[in-house]
Structure formats: C-alpha cells, structure tokens
C-alpha cells in the first residue's frame, strides 16, 4: 500500500504570494491533518479535516486554509505569504478520527524569498 | 491544553551504548504516546506507541519506551546504539479520545551515535 504523498516536494515563493500544497493520504484514509514545521517553533498543528469538513484548527491566521475533496485528497493553501512561513509542511493521515495511529509523508519544503 | 518537553536538545551516545531520550507530558486525563523519527529531509517515522497496558512498549528498530505515569514520563530507549540510529526524534501527546489539537509535538531531540 503506497504511504502519504505531497506534492511538491520543494517550493520557492516570494513574500505576498500565494501558494498550495497537495496531500493525498493512504488508500482508504479518510483523516488527513496538516503541520508546520520549523526551526523556531518546531510542529505545530494546522488542522485536521475528515469527509470533507474541518474538524479542528490551530492557532495560525486565516491566511492558512485548505480543503478536503471526496476521495479524501487534501490541499493547503497560504495567502500572503511572509517570509515566517517558510518551513517544512507535513500531511498526516489516518483510518479515521477515532484512530490514534497517524502517518505521515514526506513533506513540502515551502522558502519564502 | 496538552504539552510535551524534550528536556535535551541533543545526547551523544557511543555506538554499543545505551541511549535514553527523555519526555514528559501534559495533559488532562489519560494519554496516547508516541515516538517519531525523522531523517534529514524526510517525513515523521512511526517508532512506537503507548495507548494502555503494558507499561514498556517496544517498537520498531529495537527501540524501547517506559510510560511512567506518576512522572509523567514516556522515555525512549535502545539497549545498543547503532550510528544508523543518529536522527531528530519527537515525543508526542494526544489526549485518549481524541484532541481538537491533533499530536501535541515536543521541540525534538538530535540523536548523535559515534562510531
């Protein structure tokens, strides 16, 4: 069974730019959640969302948003971008909320200029 | 709300020694445990979990975790280091049944294993 894959692997981008970043979670995953990785601030959550509906959200602004489709894919999407927001981005899937084993791809490594 | 603190940013361990990597947690009522890993330029790899009974877990690549709930402390560790073992490692929390926080990540701890 193939693991979790983000798309891209690595992203340059310039300050008030927008960019998104695509998820697609295990074969019959139905959860997916988003972190943020940095030197500073090390994981931190996003959100999280499951059939198609945000569950829950950290504590980052509204620039940061994303979606889930039917087949459980998911994208992120950062408007505005600002150089703090360079960092490695990780999607986490799992079967379904309940389930407290997650799995996580390799990243998108996001350089805002 | 739940925290995790990796009170080392970096232990040094000699290949054939020991290695322990400290956590301890926050969090209310009872709580789901976990140990990643993660190489340079690589995702988060699963290595173990706590979830309930037995109070040592093994896991993947001969690693090891203690759940101390008095202490509130979930340590990983390995009877035998291995320099393949050299890596970023990441306790983390999640209150059972689920938290609307997702996994609550400590900062993380740099393995180093020399030869």
């Known amino acids: 069974k193939a693991g979790v894959t983000q798309t891209p692997r690595y992203l340059i981008k310039t300050r008030g730019q927008q960019v998104t970043l695509s998820c697609s979670p295990i074969s019959g995953h139905r959860s997916v959640s988003w972190y943020q990785q940095t030197p500073g601030q090390g994981l931190q959550f996003l959100f999280e969302?499951?059939?198609?509906?945000?569950?829950n959200k950290g504590n980052f602004p509204g620039r940061f948003s994303g979606r889930q489709f039917s087949n459980s894919r998911s994208e992120m999407n950062v408007s505005t971008l600002e150089l703090g927001d360079s960092a490695l981005y990780l999607c986490?899937?799992?079967?379904?909320?309940?389930?407290?084993?997650?799995?996580f791809g390799p990243g998108t490594r996001l350089t805002v200029l | 709300a739940q925290s995790v603190a990796q009170p080392e940013d970096q232990v040094n361990v000699a290949e054939g020694n020991p290695l322990t990597v400290k956590c301890t947690y926050s969090?209310?009522?009872?709580?789901?445990l976990f140990w990643y890993v993660q190489y340079p330029n690589r995702g988060l790899q699963f290595l173990l979990k706590y979830i309930t009974g037995d109070n040592l877990v093994k896991g993947s690549y001969g690693f090891e975790a203690e759940f101390n709930k008095s202490q509130t402390s979930f340590h990983l560790k390995k009877p035998s280091a291995l320099v393949s073992d050299s890596a970023l490692y990441f306790c983390?929390?999640?209150?059972?049944?689920?938290?609307?926080?997702?996994?609550?990540f400590g900062k993380g701890t740099h393995l180093i294993i020399q030869p």
């Open positions: 969090v209310s009522g009872n709580p789901y």
């Open positions: 983390a929390v999640t209150p059972r049944g689920g938290g609307a926080d997702g996994l609550t």
């Open positions: 969302y499951f059939s198609e509906t945000q569950r």
């Open positions: 986490a899937s799992r079967l379904a909320v309940t389930d407290n084993e997650q799995f």
